[in-house]
């Protein structure tokens, strides 16, 4: 979920290391401005998101488990990028 915004977005700082015999050891996702990355993930980015598995902040559902505090800090952070990533 964290990754694939940098990879589709600003895929030229995304990099994958593998050890010769393509085993994925380690990996860097970033962007060069934070600024534009989150006002682009807010204005793209969230229209992919899936609202049936995070509801938008401020959006009661039936489903008590995705009324969550966890889930609706994930919903805030994914909607409105506002998380220590970004």
Known sequence: MWYRPYVCM????CHVLDDGF???IGYCVGTADTVAFAQRWRDTWIHGINDKQVTEPDNKID????NHEMVEGLGNALYNARCGML
């Open 10 to 13: 600003t895929p030229n700082t």
């Open 22 to 24: 393509e085993r994925i």
């Open 63 to 66: 489903d008590l488990s995705k």
